[in-house]
């Protein structure tokens, strides 16, 4: 069984640029979270997706958006880029149907530095 | 979902029970309560849950009190690979997608050798 998956691991920008992320997620799973989290806090959600649709939404401006393909992975774009927008981004998927756990499987995060 | 209140850090010699304590006393009575922990550079792991019996895993035991209003977590035996930050999370499980984790700062768990 294959876990979760994301790509880049680290990648640098400058402020203004867009940035894209990937994840894949775990075999079986139909719902992708994303997570923000700067150096010493823990993660803040995003966003979730569930079977392609956007599934609620953290405290985050719109320039944060994503999407879901139907092998359930997903993007996360990020526009107009800020210093602030530096963290390591976590994804994380989880399969509501036919478990009450409420258990996600995080990646390892892609690291992005805004300069 | 409730909030959680855990101390920053603590220390617990390798081979010796770590047990972390979380507050959460605005817990409602269909909210369980999760641990995960992050290891330095990955992403967060699941290690337990529970509602309000105790509950134990191949990874720790949980202890819920009666009022349901603090927690701990327990490690048996920690080792050093045990070193980590220690998240408490109150929520609702949720069958149909919504799965948002709230994170606080958690606990930094040392394990000294």
């Known amino acids: 069984e294959t876990g979760v998956t994301q790509s880049p691991t680290h990648l640098i920008k400058t402020r203004g640029q867009q940035v894209t992320l990937r994840c894949s997620s775990q075999?079986?799973?139909?719902?992708v979270s994303w997570y923000q989290q700067a150096l010493g806090q823990g993660p803040q959600f995003i966003f979730q997706?569930?079977?392609?649709?956007?599934?609620g939404r953290g405290n985050f401006p719109p320039r944060f958006s994503g999407l879901q393909f139907p092998n359930y992975s997903s993007e996360l774009n990020v526009n107009a880029l800020e210093l602030d927008d530096s963290a390591l981004y976590l994804c994380?998927?989880?399969?509501?149907?036919?478990?009450?756990?409420?258990?996600?499987?995080f990646g390892p995060g892609t690291r992005l530095t805004v300069l | 979902d409730a909030k959680t209140t855990q101390p920053p850090s603590m220390d617990c010699a390798e081979g010796r029970a770590a047990n972390l304590p979380c507050n959460h006393s605005?817990?409602?009575?269909?909210?369980?309560v999760y641990w995960y922990r992050q290891i330095h550079s990955q992403g967060p792991q699941y290690i337990i849950h529970?509602?309000?019996n105790n509950e134990t895993n191949e990874m720790a035991s949980l202890i819920i009190t009666e009022d349901r209003k603090s927690s701990t977590l327990i490690l048996p035996h920690a080792t050093l690979r045990d070193t980590a930050v220690y998240y408490c999370?109150?929520?609702?499980?949720?069958?149909?997608?919504?799965?948002?984790?709230?994170f606080g700062t958690g606990t930094r768990l040392t394990i000294i050798p």
């Open positions: 075999s079986g799973h139909n719902t």
């Open positions: 605005t817990i409602s009575g269909n909210e369980y």
């Open positions: 529970g509602l309000k």
């Open positions: 997706y569930y079977r392609e649709e956007e599934n």
């Open positions: 994380a998927s989880s399969s509501p149907e036919g478990t009450a756990v409420g258990e996600q499987f």
């Open positions: 999370i109150v929520r609702v499980p949720s069958n149909f997608g919504n799965e948002k984790l709230t």
